[in-house]
């Protein structure tokens, strides 16, 4: 399974989330769990290759000697365009990693949420091993958007992110898996979704910025 991460631009992602942690720039704090997500994500057996989509300098350098994979594409028209960008690039003659990670155009592609700080990696893996090949997606903590869209083995990604994007994945043929995985379900879109994300446990990058806010 390779995963595709998007993120906009640092400055202007997670703009709900803007003042959640005053003591740091915006910026930290949304690179902060983006790295929280990969980390985890890097460590979930079954995932085998990780793609970040971006459009930021300071992405691929924060990457970089991680093992995640980072490619810097601009211009594209939103969050959907720039998974099924990220998609195509996995599966594509744009491979760049060579030998190690050889082209594979009947592999298993999925879409991951940047914004995923708690993320344990047994519960990523529980979701992929629920999945067993099929099209599926895994359900925010609200349950109308979407943490997780795996692809079945082959098959295009076909993402529906966005408003009530959990019921546009059913239409698009996707069972819902990962319904008692609370750290795959939450997804940090604001301040209250952060304290519920310290309740299940924080990633380390994530932890030092909140920990370091609150004078601990
Ligand atoms: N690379 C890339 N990532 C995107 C794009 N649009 C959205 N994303 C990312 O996709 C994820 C979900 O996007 P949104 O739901 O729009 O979230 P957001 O804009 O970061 O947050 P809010 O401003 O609070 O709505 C976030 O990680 C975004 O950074 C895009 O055009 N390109
Ligand atoms: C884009 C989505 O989520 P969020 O707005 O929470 O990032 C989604 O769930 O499809």
Same mark, same amino acid.
């Given at each position: 399974?390779?995963?595709?991460?998007?993120?906009?631009?640092?400055?202007?992602?997670?703009?709900? /989330?803007?003042?959640?942690?005053?003591?740091?720039?915006?910026?930290? /704090?949304? +690179?902060?769990?983006?790295?929280?997500?990969?980390?985890?994500?890097?460590?979930?057996?079954?995932?085998?290759?990780?793609?970040?989509?971006?459009?930021?300098?300071?992405?691929?350098?924060?990457?970089?000697?991680?093992?995640?994979?980072?490619?810097?594409?601009?211009? /594209?028209?939103?969050?959907?365009?720039?998974?099924?960008?990220?998609?195509?690039?996995?599966?594509?003659?744009?491979?760049?990693?060579?030998?190690?990670?050889?082209?594979?155009?009947?592999?298993?592609?999925?879409? +991951?949420?940047?914004?995923?700080?708690?993320?344990?990696?047994?519960?990523?893996?529980?979701?992929?091993?629920?999945?067993?090949?099929?099209?599926?997606?895994?359900?925010?903590?609200?349950?109308?958007?979407?943490?997780?869209?795996?692809?079945?083995?082959?098959?295009?990604?076909?993402?529906?992110?966005?408003?009530?994007?959990?019921?546009?994945?059913?239409?698009?043929?996707?069972?819902?898996?990962?319904?008692?995985?609370?750290?795959?379900?939450?997804?940090?879109?604001?301040?209250?979704?952060?304290?519920?994300?310290?309740?299940?446990?924080?990633?380390?990058?994530? /932890?030092?910025?909140?920990?370091?806010?609150?004078?601990?």
């Amino acid at each position: 399974m390779d995963l595709v991460v998007p993120i906009k631009r640092l400055d202007r992602a997670k703009s709900r /989330l803007r003042g959640a942690v005053p003591a740091y720039e915006h910026a930290d /704090l949304v +690179l902060a769990l983006l790295l929280d997500t990969v980390t985890a994500a890097a460590q979930a057996d079954g995932v085998r290759r990780i793609l970040v989509v971006c459009e930021d300098e300071r992405i691929p350098a924060a990457l970089a000697g991680t093992g995640v994979e980072c490619v810097d594409k601009r211009g /594209l028209p939103g969050l959907n365009a720039a998974l099924a960008f990220g998609a195509a690039y996995l599966r594509g003659p744009n491979d760049t990693v060579g030998a190690e990670h050889p082209r594979t155009p009947n592999g298993t592609v999925g879409a +991951l949420q940047a914004d995923l700080p708690a993320l344990r990696p047994a519960d990523l893996s529980a979701a992929i091993e629920e999945a067993a090949g099929r099209r599926a997606y895994c359900a925010d903590r609200p349950g109308t958007g979407t943490t997780l869209l795996l692809a079945a083995p082959g098959e295009p990604l076909h993402p529906r992110f966005g408003r009530r994007s959990a019921d546009a994945h059913v239409a698009s043929g996707a069972v819902r898996v990962g319904g008692s995985l609370a750290s795959l379900r939450c997804d940090v879109d604001t301040e209250s979704d952060l304290a519920v994300a310290a309740e299940i446990g924080l990633g380390k990058f994530t /932890l030092a910025r909140t920990t370091a806010a609150s004078g601990g």
